[in-house]
């Protein structure tokens, strides 16, 4: 059973929340993608390949999506402006939903660095000459601000926090200046600090000051079937889904999440990280049995997909972004799932090293099949949920691609605890 949410434009208390564009043709949800990569930015024909790659139809399509895209380096000291103006008239011709990205991995909890660079942002969309027609919110053109600031050291959630609140008074300041071009903001954030978050009670903290959170949930999905492995040695439920399903069912009216899954894979860089691929890691870019490795990615990320948003439900999955549920990590990556080919700039579709991943088939929902409301035990709760689907191919119990009495049958027999 397919759900096509439709997701009612509420204005926030102090942002112009962007107008929803509609899903990709025949997705239930939409696909955005990061990109490092500034040479689309400086380069005209770089900047064709991207709007050529984000308006294709082939899977995973971000046609109709969102692209995010980093800037803050590109636009220092106000150079370059007339090229990001160039930049953003083509991804918003694309129609194409676009952030513009200041990103620090290493942030030791200093808001000064982040206001400075948004601050330079904001000057841009001050600036901006674009005329926009995808990128328009209830009072007129709007640009998204993304954040990808990550605490490290003893930078702290509650200093991030506090960021986020002074990033807000900038954005805010700037969308009562008179500015053409008004700005949201989005930002990305670690399991960690969600946890950080939720544990504390802090999400009336957070939501005031943000119109999007992306968590970054670098996790496979919950687990794989027989014969084949998770990837890390932690519960089944520590899958992209556990956190995706967490933030969703913690997002307010009026404001959006989305997924965002990592799809590099530098080998020699994640060395014993490789659980933190969403699709797994080796056999993912160059599968032993597979003769077209494109194929074989698509599909897998693909159905991944798929899956964890069958997980969600109506209410959740509304509370995803309209125009990317799911956020890929990043354009050179996404390349080598849809056409192998190399972006400029970017990094070949060859592993630099190698996982010991087991990982060798497309994930099935399996953490523990009858459990079918993710609450660690098989109890009259899953039976509402087989009930609802009865007929469908949705919390198949068995696995077997039906709902039928023979899912009833497996629930009774795993009823009780899960192990």
Known sequence: MQITTQVTVVVASFFVTALPLQPAAGNDYSIGMMNWVTHPIMNSSDLTALTSFATSATTPSIAGGWV?????????????????????QAIDTAGIHLSLNYADDNWDGTAQGVTDNVTLILNYLSACTATL??????SGPTIDV?????????????DWIAMLS??????????????TVHATLSAFMSTEVQDDIS???????????IDTLIVMAYRNLPCFTTPCVGTVAAPCN?????????????????????????????????????????FGATGIYNHPSSTDPQAYRRSFLTEAMNEGWKLLSATQQGA???????????????????????????????????????SRCIPKLAHNPPDLNFDGVVDGLDLAVLHDHLGTCDHDSNLDGDVTIDDLLTLIAGWGACQ
């Open 146 to 158: 993304n954040l990808d600031v990550e605490p490290k050291g003893s930078a702290t959630t509650a």
């Open 238 to 278: 520590d899958g992209f889904m556990k956190w995706g399903i967490e933030l969703a069912s913690n997002t307010p009216a009026g404001k959006y999440c989305s997924i965002a899954l990592e799809l590099d894979h530098n080998g020699a860089d994640l060395g014993s990280e490789c659980w933190k691929i969403s």
């Open 199 to 209: 544990s504390g009670g802090l999400w009336g903290q957070v939501w005031p000051s």
């Open 133 to 138: 027609s995808t990128n328009v919110g209830v």
């Open 166 to 179: 002074q990033v807000h008074s900038l954005i805010e300041a700037h969308n009562t200046s008179g500015a």
């Open 320 to 358: 995803l972004h309209p125009n990317g549920g799911f956020i890929l990590n990043s354009y050179q990556w996404l390349s080598c799932f849809r056409d192998g080919v190399q972006v400029n700039g970017g990094g070949a579709c060859v592993p630099s090293g190698t996982c010991d991943d087991a």
């Open 68 to 88: 995010i895209q980093e800037v803050a380096d590109t636009i220092q000291g106000g150079a370059n402006f007339p090229q990001v103006d160039a930049y953003v």
